[in-house]
C-alpha cells in the first residue's frame, strides 16, 4: 500500500442521483492530485460494508460519495475490519444530517475539493446492541420510520419534501412507549413519543440542539427523550422546550452519557442513521469515543 491508493464508494440512487453526473470529476480531481484511485458502486444495502471490510487494509483513505446510509456502511465496514483510516464525504443524499452537522458543504465539487484536501477530525461512533453502528443516531418513535419506509424514487423526485408527505399519515398513529432508562449508572422510566442517541447537532432535518454544547469527539453522547403528551398544551411544551434547548424533567429530558440501556414493555422499531435496526425490547447503546476520522475543511 502506498499513501496514494484511495477508494471512493459511490452510491448511484441517493438523493436525486447527483453522484451519477460526478464519478468523472471526482476522478479527474484525484488523478490530477497523484492518488491511485479504485471505484466501487453500491446496489444493493450492505454490500458498501462487505467491500470496505474485505478491501480497507489496501487504502490509505475513503470517499464516500452518498447519504448518510452510504456513510455508515463505510465506518461499518471499518470497524468490522478493525481498521482506521480516514474518510471523505460528498453527501449527496436527502437529508445529509451529519453533513449539517460538521458543517461540510453541500457543494458537490466544493466537496470533492475537501475531501481531498482538507484535515482528519475525530469522530466519536455509537454501536447499537453491539452489532449495528451508527456514525450519528440511533432512535425510536415519533417518524423514526419515515426515512426507511420513504421509497427512493419519491426521494430522488421531491427531495427533503419526500420524508414530510410520507410522515404525515403517521401524525394519528404516534404511540407511546413505556420504559425504564439507565444512562451511565442514573435510571428513571415513563412514557416516551420519541427518543434519541445522538453524536450530532440535527435530528432528521428538524429538531436542531445548540451547536456550542455538543462535542462530535468527547465520548459522551446527547440524550433526548420527549414525554407522552396528555393535553395539548404539554405538546405545546414539548415543542416549546425541544425549539428553545429549555429541557425539564416534566416534558422532555436532556443528558448527556456514554453508555445508555433501555428496556421497553413492549416491541420497539429502532433506527440507526435513518436505516432500520430492528424491533427489540431491550436496546444497549454504546460510545466508541474516536473510533472514526472525517475529513473536514
Same mark, same amino acid.
Given at each position: ?11 448511484p ?34 454490500e ?13 483513505? @475513503? +470517499?464516500?460519495?452518498g447519504?448518510?446510509?452510504?456513510? *455508515? =456502511? $463505510?465506518?461499518?465496514g471499518?470497524?468490522?475490519?478493525? %481498521? ?29 475539493q475537501?475531501s ?50 410520507n ?34 447537532? @440535527? +435530528? ?7 451547536? *456550542? =454544547? $455538543? ?7 446527547? %440524550? ?11 405538546l ?10 429549555e ?26 442513521d ?24
Open positions: 500500500m502506498t499513501d496514494q491508493n484511495i477508494l471512493l464508494v459511490i452510491n440512487v441517493a438523493g436525486r442521483k447527483i453522484a451519477k453526473k460526478l464519478i468523472y470529476h471526482i476522478v479527474d480531481l484525484l488523478c490530477r492530485n497523484n492518488y491511485k484511485t479504485t471505484i466501487f458502486s453500491t446496489g444493493d444495502k450492505g458498501a460494508t462487505l467491500f470496505v471490510k474485505s478491501h480497507a487494509s489496501e487504502f490509505a483513505k @475513503i +470517499i464516500c460519495c447519504g448518510d446510509g452510504t456513510l *455508515n =456502511e $463505510v465506518f461499518t471499518l470497524i468490522d475490519a478493525g %481498521v482506521n483510516i480516514p474518510v471523505g464525504y460528498i453527501p449527496t443524499g436527502t437529508t445529509n444530517d451529519l453533513a449539517t452537522a460538521l458543517k461540510l458543504t453541500k457543494n458537490p465539487r466544493k466537496a470533492m475537501i481531498v484536501e482538507g484535515q482528519n477530525r475525530i469522530h466519536d461512533i455509537g454501536v447499537f446492541n453491539d452489532n449495528k453502528y451508527f456514525t450519528y443516531i440511533a432512535s425510536f418513535g415519533a417518524f423514526t420510520s419515515v426515512a426507511y419506509r420513504t421509497p427512493q424514487w419519491m426521494k430522488n423526485s421531491l427531495g427533503r419534501v419526500a420524508y414530510f408527505i410522515g404525515v399519515p403517521s401524525i394519528g398513529d404516534i404511540q407511546p412507549h413505556k420504559a425504564k432508562v439507565i444512562a451511565d449508572g442514573i435510571e428513571f422510566e415513563g412514557e416516551f413519543v420519541f427518543g434519541s442517541v445522538t453524536n450530532s447537532t @440535527i +435530528i432528521g432535518g428538524i429538531i436542531k440542539l445548540n451547536p *456550542n =454544547e $455538543v462535542s462530535f469527539d468527547d465520548g459522551l453522547f446527547e %440524550v433526548m427523550l420527549v414525554r407522552n403528551p396528555n393535553s395539548p398544551k404539554d405545546s411544551n414539548s415543542i416549546r422546550c425541544i425549539v428553545n434547548h429541557y425539564n424533567e416534566e416534558h422532555v429530558l436532556f443528558l448527556r452519557a456514554k453508555e445508555v440501556a433501555f428496556t421497553f414493555d413492549d416491541p420497539t422499531d429502532w433506527t440507526v435513518g436505516e432500520f435496526a430492528g424491533t427489540v425490547t431491550s436496546a444497549c447503546i454504546k460510545n466508541l469515543q474516536g473510533r472514526a476520522e472525517i475529513v473536514v475543511k
